[in-house]
T-cell receptor
Framework: KAGVTQTPRYLIKTRGQQVTLSCSPI?????VSWYQQTPGQGLQFLFE???????NKGNFPGRFSGRQFSNSRSEMNVSTLELGDSALYLC??????????????FGEGSWLTVV | AQSVTQPDIHITVSEGASLELRCNYS??????LFWYVQSPGQGLQLLLK????DTLVQGIKGFEAEFKRSQSSFNLRKPSVHWSDAAEYFC?????????????WGLGTSLAVNP
């Protein structure tokens, strides 16, 4: 069974641009979560989608947005990129959602560099 | 407030030595506990989890962890470390906070292995 797939793996953007990252969850998983990982900051939760609805949201500005499609694939978008947005963006999927009693499975991440 | 503490930011051990990575949590209810490992440039891989039952859980790659409710701890252990175990290790607690299911993450412990 294929794991969580994230595309692209690496990308470089310029300040002020926008970026869209894609995530295909494990087949049958309806929940997709997104995290931002930077050195020293650990894993910062962005948002979680379940059956096309945003179920949870972290403390990120409105420049960060996401959506989920009917096939459970998800995209996240960052508009008006800032240098501080340079990070590894991780997608994770699970059957019923992160948290109580559910295991989430991570993709390999998308490395975003903003110059 | 709910939190996860990994007291050791960085640990170095010799190959073949035993390993214990500490994880302490603060959560009022019965926790769901996870350990993940992240190799350089990769996503996170689940090592093991505790939901209920036997407090000593076995995971992949020869790792085990013990849940101690009285100490609010879930320490990860391995009897003999291999060079390939060098990675970042994250402890997480699954919690129900209000109506939201959340994963609360520690900041990670970076493990280096000396030959």
């Amino acid at each position: 069974k294929a794991g969580v797939t994230q595309t692209p793996r690496y990308l470089i953007k310029t300040r002020g641009q926008q970026v869209t990252l894609s995530c295909s969850p494990i087949s049958g998983h309806r929940s997709v979560s997104w995290y931002q990982q930077t050195p020293g900051q650990g894993l910062q939760f962005l948002f979680e989608y379940f059956s096309e609805t945003q179920r949870n949201k972290g403390n990120f500005p409105g420049r960060f947005s996401g959506r989920q499609f009917s096939n459970s694939r998800s995209e996240m978008n960052v508009s008006t990129l800032e240098l501080g947005d340079s990070a590894l963006y991780l997608c994770a999927s699970s059957l019923a959602g992160q948290g109580v009693g559910n295991t989430i499975y991570f993709g390999e991440g998308s490395w975003l560099t903003v110059v | 407030a709910q939190s996860v503490t990994q007291p050791d930011i960085h640990i170095t051990v010799s190959e073949g030595a035993s390993l214990e990575l500490r994880c302490n949590y603060s959560y009022g209810a019965t926790p769901y506990l996870f350990w993940y490992v992240q190799s350089p440039g990769q996503g996170l891989q689940l090592l093991l989890k505790y939901f209920s039952g036997d407090t000593l859980v076995q995971g992949i790659k020869g790792f085990e962890a013990e849940f101690k409710r009285s100490q609010s701890s879930f320490n990860l252990r391995k009897p003999s470390v291999h060079w390939s175990d060098a990675a970042e290790y994250f402890c997480a607690v699954g919690a129900l906070i209000g109506n939201n299911r959340k994963l609360i993450w520690g900041l990670g412990t970076s493990l280096a292995v000396n030959p």
